[in-house]
């Protein structure tokens, strides 16, 4: 499975009226609402503090910003910026799992929204822990919350009763070697529910600091159990805006929408704009059937 550019990328790029997001946006979590959708985006003035910023759109593709953020620093966690959002829905209720930065340390946070605009804190999954690219299922599994996470260089699965006590920590993937993988992995977007399994798109770091996407397949029971895992990646930075950047060599996402004919990953290129790439259900049907 390979994902394919949309022509008209990137889709957000700084805004040098709003002092808040002039410098950078990237890393977003796009969900699906009410015909809508909303995009949670992080962003960066030339004071480097992260911001979360909204967008919201028809297509999937021409977006409409809000000129302010909807989510800002306000705790000495996060002195120096809320990160990479990732939104779960469950029941009516959206999930954000953010990293909270202060400067020298980050960690998971966790915020929930009825709106998508206003946002509550909810509070740390796992307190003082250094640890990010946390993503929450969007449902329970087995009567409870499923929590990844990254313990360098792994990504890891929780359990909870409470979605602030974790337990039942364990590994479910590890970098693999002499790949393009090779250095560390973690979540993209949350995984999404099929027939087959659990979708989940991750990213990856080779040994040469180049970040891709890559895509596996968890079991819907189970999703500790890895049921197929592509060997290549979905993505690479090819383009010159995802080469070049803040960042150099980067394509990193923190979500996707499935449609009915199509999947759409939406990813930050080089840490300074945001682009989407897709793939068609014929060619995804058969990842998750394993023909291809």
């Known amino acids: 499975m390979k994902l394919q550019r949309y022509e008209g990328n990137p889709i957000l790029e700084p805004d040098p009226l709003h002092e808040w997001e002039a410098?950078?946006?990237?890393?977003?979590?796009?969900?699906?609402?009410?015909?809508?959708?909303?995009?949670?985006?992080?962003?960066?003035?030339?004071?480097?503090?992260?911001?979360?910023?909204?967008?919201?759109?028809?297509?999937?593709?021409?977006?409409?910003?809000?000129?302010?953020?909807?989510?800002?620093?306000?705790?000495e966690f996060e002195t120096r910026g809320v990160e990479d959002p990732r939104v779960s829905r469950i029941g009516d209720t959206f999930?954000?799992?953010?990293?909270?930065?202060?400067?020298?340390?980050?960690?998971?946070?966790?915020?929930?929204?009825?709106?998508?605009?206003?946002?509550?804190?909810?509070?740390?999954?796992?307190?003082?822990?250094?640890?990010?690219?946390?993503?929450l299922f969007p449902g329970k599994i087995g009567g409870r919350y499923?929590?990844?996470?990254?313990?360098?260089?792994?990504?890891?699965?929780?359990?909870s009763d409470d979605l602030l006590h974790w337990?039942?920590?364990?590994?479910?993937?590890r970098p693999r070697p002499h790949s393009?993988?090779?250095?560390?992995?973690g979540a993209a977007g949350p995984p999404m529910k099929t027939d087959r399994g659990w979708l989940f798109i991750y990213h990856g770091v080779g040994e040469d600091m180049v970040y891709g996407l890559g895509a596996a397949l968890l079991d819907l029971e189970d999703p500790a159990v890895v049921l197929r895992r592509q060997a290549e990646p979905i993505l690479e930075p090819l383009e010159e805006w995802e080469q070049q950047g803040d960042v150099p060599n980067v394509v990193f996402?923190?979500?996707?929408?499935?449609?009915?004919?199509?999947l759409r990953v939406y990813y930050g290129g080089a840490d300074r704009a945001i682009g989407v790439a897709t793939v068609d259900e014929e060619r995804l049907r058969a990842f998750l059937d394993g023909t291809e």
Not at 180 to 185: C, D, N, S
Not at 254 to 261: A, F, I, N, R, T
């Open 23 to 75: 410098l950078n946006v990237f890393n977003a979590a796009v969900v699906h609402h009410n015909g809508l959708s909303h995009m949670l985006y992080r962003a960066q003035g030339l004071d480097r503090v992260s911001h979360i910023g909204y967008a919201v759109s028809e297509d999937g593709f021409r977006w409409s910003r809000l000129d302010r953020p909807v989510f800002s620093p306000a705790t």
């Open 95 to 135: 999930y954000m799992v953010y990293v909270a930065y202060s400067g020298t340390f980050y960690q998971i946070a966790l915020a929930r929204s009825r709106n998508l605009i206003t946002w509550e804190r909810v509070g740390f999954p796992l307190p003082g822990e250094l640890n990010k690219d946390g993503a």
């Open 146 to 159: 499923c929590l990844l996470h990254r313990r360098p260089p792994d990504i890891w699965m929780a359990y």
């Open 167 to 173: 337990t039942d920590h364990q590994i479910i993937m």
């Open 180 to 185: 393009w993988e090779a250095l560390k992995i």
């Open 253 to 262: 996402s923190c979500g996707q929408v499935m449609l009915p004919d199509s």
